[in-house]
């Protein structure tokens, strides 16, 4: 969570003060990694989306989803906030 938490928030976004939430879909594969990245709700700015898909693609690998004591994919939805404070 710590990770999430730490989107860059881009100088440029700061000073037209862009702010929003990004929901990111993505799918956590049996193995743990994380793929299949896209945009589920637009913050309204492509700036913050695009930040948003780029620092997810760098994370550490998940644990998988677990069904019957196996792992399986998982799709999983998250809100990335991006506010002015």
Do not use: C
Not at 21 to 44: C, M, P, W
């Amino acid at each position: 969570m710590q990770y999430l938490a730490s989107i860059p928030y881009s100088v440029e976004a700061r000073k037209k003060k862009i702010q929003g939430t990004v929901y990111i879909q993505f799918i956590v594969e049996k193995d743990g990694s994380l793929t299949n990245f896209e945009v589920a709700r637009s913050s309204g700015s492509e700036m913050l989306d695009n930040a948003t898909i780029e620092h997810m693609k760098k994370m550490d690998n998940w644990k998988p989803g677990m069904q019957d004591g196996n792992p399986v994919r998982v799709s999983q939805v998250l809100p990335m906030k991006f506010k002015l404070s």
